[in-house]
Structures are given as C-alpha cells and as structure tokens.
C-alpha cells in the first residue's frame, strides 16, 4: 500500500530541512510475537483531519491509517503546550507531579523512576527517538537509538521487537506564523493541493479578515505536508514488512499553534488527533475493535504509557496514573485533566477537568490577561500581529476581546451544546451542581498528585535541593499541599482581611497565594501596604518578588523604592528561577523599574551567548526567556532594544 503522495516533500522537526524518500529495508528481520510500537506526534495540531470530519483538510494518509483503524474522538492532552505534554509521554507522570509543567526547564528525574523507553528496553524492546525530546529533564540514557533517522527500527537485532517514538514535521507554530517558513516547507506542494482561504472553516475567535483566512489556510497546507510525511513513515514501514506486525499510534502533543489554542487551557489547546492502526493479528488486545470506526470513550494522553506497557506485555509501575485502553485489563477513565503553568517568561497557574462534556477551569491568576505584553505574543507571530491590528481598530466582537482581557475566576462549558466555549455557565445557578462536582474531583486531583504548581516555581526547586520536585512533594511534610491548596483557592473569591491575615503564616507558598489573592482588589488598605513592605525581606524569593510586584502595581500609593530594590536583588541572584520571575515582574513594573535599568544591562550580559554562537542567548532556557522579558521592558522603557 502506499502511504504518500509523489510529490518530493520537505522533512522537518527542529527546523532543517531533509529531502528524503522512502528507502528499502532488511526483511530479513523476523518479528516476534510481541507487537512493534511506532509512535507518530505531530507538533501544534488539533483533530483538523479528514477522519475526523474535516472535509477541508487534505490527509489522505492519516485518513488511510483510520480506515484501517481506529480514531478516538476524545483524546486530551495533558497541557496545552509541548514540553509539559511530552514529560507525561516519557515519564507516566503529570507533568504537575514531577515539577515539569512550565516551558521549559531542568528539573531532576528521579533516580529511582524509570520513563516508558527504559522500561520497555529492559522488558527486551529495541527503543528509538528521533529528534525533538523536550521534557524538561535530562533526556541522555533514556533511548538506546537517538537519531534524525525515520527507519530507525533497521538497527534493531533480528526478531526483536521494536519501539519508536518519530517526531514529525512540520506543524509547528512558526511554520504557519512565519512567512518564510511557510513557503519553505510548501514550496513543492501542487498549486491544486493548496487550500482556498475564501473557503477555510474560521474559528469564532478569530475576525473574519482576508489575512487571518490566508494564515488558517497555510496551516491546512501545513497539514497536507505533515500528511505526506506521515506516508513517508508509513511506506518505509511497508516496504519493510512490518505493517501488519506493528500497531502505529498518530497523535499531537496539542492543539493548534494559534492564538486560542497553544498555551489556552481550553478544548482548542487540549483536544488532539489519536489515531490507531491495529494489525489483524492484534485486533483482541483493542476492545470493541471494529476496523474504521471511531470510538467515543475518553482518553488521555496520561494513558498513553501505561497503554503502551501493556501492549508490550510489561508489568506497568505502580507510580504511573494512566489507565490502559488497549491490551488486558483496560480501563475507561471518566476525567481527564489539563494544567497551564510558565510559558516561556510568562507565568500563569490554571487547572481544568472535564467528563467528556462539561469543562471546568479554575484560574489562579485571573488578573493576569489572556494576551500578556511579551516576545512570544509578539508581532513577530502574523496571527497575534493579525488579531493585534484588528483589536486597536475596534474590529473585535465581544468574544474575540476576550483573548485581552483578564480571565474569570471560574469556566464552566457544555461541550455538547457549545463546542466553542463560548458561554461560560459557571455563575449560572442551573449548572451549580456539575460545577461542585467539577471543583471538588479537581481539588480532590491536584491534592492526590501532589501538584507542585501549589508552589512557585524557585520555591520547589530551592525546597528539593539534592533531591528533586517528585521526591520532595511525597517525603517532606513541609509540602503541605492541602493547606496551600485551601488558600489558593481563596483568589478571586476572599477580602483583603482574610488575605491579610494568611500573610502571616509560617508557609512560604501560603503567604505568596495570600499575595496573589491581594493582586486580584482593586484598592488596599495602609495595613496591607505596610505587610507587603515587610515581606520584602521575606525568606523566601518568590515571596519577596511577588510582594514587590504588588506594590507596584498601578493605582499602589506605597513607596516603590524599596521594591524596586528587591527585584533588582533577586534579579542579580545566580538561581536561574529566581531571576526569571525577578525579570518578569520588572517587565510588569514597567516605569517604575526605569531606576534599575543598569541592573538589567548587567543581567542581559550574563545571559548572551558566545559571537560564534548560533543562538543569542546561552540556552533557549532559562538565559533566553530571562533575556527576553528584560529585553522587552528595555524596549518599553525606550531603550533602544530589539527583542528575537
């Protein structure tokens, strides 16, 4: 069967470009009775494929692995973003439990975990990556083959059986959002396989204007490459044998690269492609498994792992939290969570749970706006630069004007009646009781996975000092995760005087959720202005810079002065997440940090790279998203700065 188009394609993943064909195989390479794994994941897509309905998209050989098949048509990711995503692929771990969730970091694993590579190679399968790893721990030792290669399976000894992990090309935000990447990787598709803006299905999110239908439909044709390298795999897969002895999963890490999608804890950001082809010789490892259909039962990608063990026929860890829904003893789960943390230099905290039909998010940093000032949602993005220009012309509609506005405390959706998410239900007293349900199995959740979000993000990782996050949030008593919890959900809802008096507490992460409560009223009192001044010289960083933060804030009658100096302190700290949150919040101090700006040069210097580096900064870590925020609010300040 052939699996691609005969057009020559362009490959990408990290962004150069390989033109490649399918190649023959050793089919002296016998295969077990234990099945093949291949794992195809896309960046950036949501479920926008034929199979699924989309009669727009053009996916003839997703579609064909359909037919051939399964589609499931609620599957979730776990965050709507990469690096946190993919940690809970490798790991079987939210992303929330090991202290992985922000983009990106370096978090200790460990030692004593195992992630599903390294767990299937002891089990006797051969085990490959093919570039992208991206899971905010070190990824060295956890595959035997690591490559740019898409055959990678030949390396394998004879009949033993293989699992691969092939990151795909090219969906990923900047190839739709940057001009000339597009045109790179579509500039050998036909012209009649191009796809007609005037007919692209627009997203209500988005104006109806002849440049944001031309950007959704470059991202069609995105789709169409990213298909025809889907059958590249595919076809070498075939041309080796193999297709009948593996079972090949497609999926994404998570939605759309757009605005409203990546990086949005809503449906848009979470609902992605799963799609399985199951071999005739392993249709009694899927229940119900009728070939070309679609299966409604609710997954998570957090299953993902757990599914994959038991498919090899592995013992699955007790420390995993996906249930299996392929192979023995399967499960159906009847929630499935999503979390949003840092995105870059972009901080932000909220959780969501849904039961296939009603969506529950809890904001914890509702002041914070959709669109935050910053590089990446920059002008250098079209659909931000798009959406941007037709918000200061006032040709936004109310729900567009949303993506700028602070968030509400609480949404509620009916997916059923509302696919969209267009009308949040949760001040509605008809739905009080499903939001009960949805609060209480959220709370119940982020308690039982120990979510380290509960803390600031220099905080955990200066409380697991020699150890790691995971480790520290389950054998130290000084995580008191319902204690901090209970406050945290004070935001939004509790005065300035209950707040107030949790800014005593002995707990560094209760007085800086007390703070973050205190950034949600509009006035304050001369009380808490003196508290905040005092915690200035709070022993924790976090709490210090969120102090500082709050005493600048607009309309504050505090002497800045002194908080000025504190993010100028722990901007110049060594521990890369104290300095982080430090720049931020100078970005969001705007004119009043205009006294350090010598500070911020100093910082800036430290974070560049060498003149003969190919990145500007020292890592795209760490150094660049600290680099950019302090670049940004030069910019703003009116230096003479370009932030990239």
């Known amino acids: 069967m052939n699996y691609k188009n005969s057009v020559p394609l362009l490959w990408s993943v990290t962004g150069f470009y390989l033109v490649s064909g399918c190649t023959t195989g050793n089919p002296e390479k016998e295969q077990t009775d234990n099945p093949n794994i291949l794992i195809l994941i896309a960046e950036d897509i949501s479920p926008a494929l034929g199979c699924y309905g989309y009669e727009y998209s053009t996916t003839p050989n997703i579609n064909r692995l359909a037919k051939n098949g399964i589609v499931y048509d609620?599957?979730?990711?776990?965050?709507?973003?990469?690096?946190?995503?993919?940690?809970?692929?490798?790991?079987?771990?939210?992303a929330t439990s090991l202290g992985t969730q922000h983009l990106r970091s370096e978090v200790p694993f460990p030692d004593k975990l195992r992630t599903v590579p390294e767990l299937l190679r002891e089990s006797g399968y051969f085990t490959s990556n093919r570039d992208k790893t991206d899971y905010n721990f070190d990824p060295e030792g956890r595959w035997e083959h690591w490559s740019s290669e898409i055959t990678p399976w030949r390396h394998r000894a004879e009949r033993q059986p293989f699992y691969s992990f092939i990151n795909i090309g090219p969906s990923h935000e900047g190839s739709v959002n940057i001009l000339q990447n597009y045109q790179n990787y579509t500039k050998n598709l036909p012209e009649e396989l191009l796809h007609d803006p005037a007919l692209v299905p627009l997203p209500p999110y988005y104006p109806d204007s002849p440049e944001n239908r031309q950007i959704w439909a470059r991202y069609f044709d995105i789709l169409t490459v990213l298909d025809q390298n889907v059958g590249m795999v595919l076809d070498s897969l075939d041309a080796d044998g193999l297709m009948e002895e593996t079972i090949v999963f497609f999926i994404a890490d998570h939605?759309?690269?757009?605005?409203?999608?990546?990086?949005?804890?809503?449906?848009?950001?979470?609902?992605?492609?799963?799609?399985?082809?199951?071999?005739?010789?392993?249709?009694?490892?899927?229940?119900?498994?009728?070939?070309?259909?679609?299966?409604?039962q609710m997954v998570s990608l957090i299953d993902l792992p757990a599914t994959l063990l038991n498919l090899a026929g592995t013992t699955i860890p007790e420390y995993f939290v996906g249930t299996p829904f392929m192979g023995i003893?399967?499960?159906?789960?009847?929630?499935?969570?999503?979390?949003?943390?840092?995105?870059?230099?972009?901080?932000?905290?909220?959780?969501?749970?849904?039961?296939?039909?009603?969506?529950?998010?809890r904001h914890y940093m509702p002041h914070l706006p959709y669109i935050q000032p910053g590089f990446i949602f920059s002008n250098e993005k079209e659909s931000f630069r798009e959406l941007r220009r037709l918000h200061l012309k006032g040709?936004?509609?109310?729900?567009?004007?949303?993506?700028?506005?602070?968030?509400?405390?609480?949404?509620?959706?009916?997916?059923?009646?509302?696919?969209?998410?267009?009308?949040n239900l949760a001040d509605d007293p008809a739905y009080a009781g499903i939001k009960t349900g949805s609060k209480n199995q959220l709370h119940n959740w982020m308690i039982q996975t120990h979510d380290l979000g509960l803390l600031p993000e220099a905080e955990y990782m200066i409380r697991s000092e020699g150890s790691s996050p995971y480790e520290y949030a389950r054998e130290n008593d000084n995580f008191r995760v319902e204690n901090i919890l209970e406050v945290a959900e004070m935001v939004g809802i509790s005065g300035e005087q209950e707040l107030l008096a949790k800014l005593k507490d002995q707990d560094n992460a209760v007085r800086y959720w007390a703070i973050i409560g205190l950034m949600q009223l509009e006035q304050l009192s001369s009380e808490t202005t003196k508290a905040l001044t005092q915690l200035l010289g709070d022993p924790s960083p976090s709490v210090q810079i969120a102090a500082a933060e709050l005493l600048c804030y607009p309309g504050s009658t505090a002497d800045t002065k002194s908080a000025v100096e504190t993010l100028e302190r722990n901007l110049s700290d060594e521990r890369p997440w104290v300095a982080?949150?430090?720049?931020?919040?100078?970005?969001?101090?705007?004119?009043?940090?205009?006294?350090?700006?010598?500070?911020?040069?100093?910082?800036?210097?430290?974070?560049?790279?060498?003149?003969?580096?190919?990145?500007k900064f020292k890592d795209f870590n760490y150094a660049s998203f600290t680099g950019w925020a302090l670049?940004?609010?030069?910019?703003?300040?009116?230096e003479n700065m370009k932030v990239n």
């Open 631 to 638: 670049e940004w609010a030069l910019q703003e300040l009116g």
């Open 580 to 615: 982080l949150q430090a720049a931020r919040t100078v970005l969001l101090a705007g004119e009043k940090a205009r006294p350090i700006i010598p500070a911020m040069y100093r910082k800036l210097d430290t974070l560049y790279g060498s003149s003969d580096s190919p990145r």
């Open 74 to 94: 609620q599957a979730f990711s776990t965050a709507p973003i990469s690096a946190p995503s993919r940690s809970a692929l490798v790991s079987g771990l939210y």
């Open 255 to 296: 939605g759309f690269g757009m605005p409203r999608y990546k990086r949005w804890l809503y449906k848009t950001g979470l609902h992605v492609p799963l799609v399985v082809h199951v071999p005739e010789k392993y249709k009694h490892l899927v229940p119900d498994f009728s070939k070309g259909s679609h299966n409604p």
């Open 329 to 361: 003893n399967t499960q159906e789960r009847e929630y499935a969570f999503g979390a949003r943390d840092r995105a870059d230099d972009m901080f932000e905290m909220s959780r969501s749970v849904t039961d296939g039909r009603y969506f529950y998010v």
């Open 395 to 423: 040709k936004t509609n109310a729900e567009q004007e949303k993506l700028w506005n602070k968030k509400p405390v609480e949404e509620l959706y009916d997916w059923q009646n509302d696919p969209y998410e267009l009308n």
